[in-house]
């Protein structure tokens, strides 16, 4: 048997724990790579799961809906209005009390446009008991004729009622029709002069439009716009809005809806993509007469 001289042995040596190391070194890398794959995983939003937008609210988004070329489409007379045996009552309301109410407003400038704010698809609004403040105060909707005062209104979901007045000497019956169970019922009242009707909230998950009527009365309509945000507002009779605090540096899209557009908010419209910064920010809408 041939003998290794004890140098020889003594230089491979450290070769030898060379190649232990790498050896040994390899699953080591790979565990290091599990754990990067597994905080990775944890650090990603799960699908679905939306972003609160927690900026400052220090804007706030005003404007003016005026209908292009300044005038107004010509509305019709409701004709079911003029064979009605509430007739005489009904046409003491003057000129809005007896026709179409699409179109409503002054010198150009239109009414009842609901404006609001939407954010990103991935985003949703972070809602304080500060913000909604400004929203407690119940809604109502009056009938002085054989029209709803106004023919538009906006309410917050959950925690904004409305409400029906009838300061008519007839009487009405007023029906909120949902659509879906987002109330624990509709609204049906039978409403004498003078009388008021239950209150109702409503829960949605999304903006949604609902239709207010009187079965008494049959070409009554009123709108119902309920968001589940603060953020949206219903022009007045000089056609303006203003929405108040509105989250900073955050690109949010401003859409708008009126009546002439489509009876449903499939029919909306968006005017702009926009980051808005502290302080007022004055927009324009105008509207095709039609």
């Known amino acids: 048997m041939k003998r290794i001289p004890l140098l020889?042995?003594?230089?491979?040596?450290?070769?030898?724990?060379?190649?232990?190391?790498?050896?040994?070194?390899?699953?080591?890398?790979e565990k290091d790579k599990d754990k990067t794959k597994d905080k990775d995983k944890t650090e990603k939003p799960s699908p679905g799961v939306k972003t609160e937008i927690t900026s400052d609210t220090k804007a706030v988004v005003k404007g003016t809906v005026k209908?292009?070329?300044?005038?107004?489409?010509?509305?019709?007379?409701?004709?079911?209005l003029g064979m009605h045996g509430d007739k005489e009552t009904c046409l003491k309301?003057?000129?809005?009390?007896?026709?179409?109410?699409?179109?409503i407003g002054k010198n150009g400038a239109?009414?009842?446009?609901?404006?609001?704010?939407?954010?990103?698809?991935?985003?949703?609004?972070?809602?304080?008991?500060?913000l909604k403040e400004?929203?407690?105060?119940?809604?109502?909707?009056?009938?002085?004729?054989?029209?709803?005062r106004p023919h538009v209104v906006g309410v917050l979901a959950k925690d904004q009622a409305i409400q029906f007045l009838n300061s008519a000497t007839?009487?009405?019956?007023?029906?909120?029709?949902?659509?879906?169970?987002?109330?624990?019922k509709p609204l049906d009242d039978n409403?004498?002069?003078?009388?008021?009707?239950?209150?109702?909230?409503?829960?949605?998950?999304?903006?949604?439009?609902?239709?207010?009527?009187?079965?008494?009365?049959t070409w009554m309509r009123a709108r119902v716009f309920v968001s589940p945000h603060p953020y949206f507002a219903v022009t007045k009779e000089d056609g303006t809005f203003s929405i108040a605090n509105v989250p900073v540096d955050t690109e949010l899209s401003v859409v708008y809806w009126h009546e002439s557009l489509g009876t449903d908010l499939g029919s909306k419209k968006e005017l702009k993509k926009a980051s808005f910064k502290a302080g007022d920010t004055s927009l324009e809408i105008e509207l095709e007469a039609k």
């Open 191 to 217: 409403l004498g002069p003078g009388k008021k009707s239950d209150t109702r909230t409503m829960d949605v998950t999304k903006e949604s439009l609902f239709t207010a009527e009187c079965t008494a009365h």
């Open 170 to 184: 007839l009487t009405h019956n007023v029906k909120l029709h949902f659509g879906n169970p987002l109330i624990a």
């Open 8 to 29: 020889s042995v003594l230089l491979l040596l450290p070769a030898l724990s060379l190649v232990v190391v790498v050896g040994c070194s390899k699953p080591t890398v």
């Open 93 to 103: 309301g003057g000129h809005n009390d007896k026709n179409d109410q699409t179109w």
């Open 134 to 148: 400004p929203f407690k105060k119940t809604v109502e909707i009056d009938q002085p004729f054989c029209m709803y």
């Open 110 to 130: 239109v009414e009842n446009v609901v404006v609001w704010l939407e954010p990103p698809a991935d985003k949703k609004y972070k809602i304080t008991d500060a």
């Open 67 to 80: 209908v292009k070329g300044g005038k107004f489409p010509e509305m019709k007379e409701v004709a079911a």
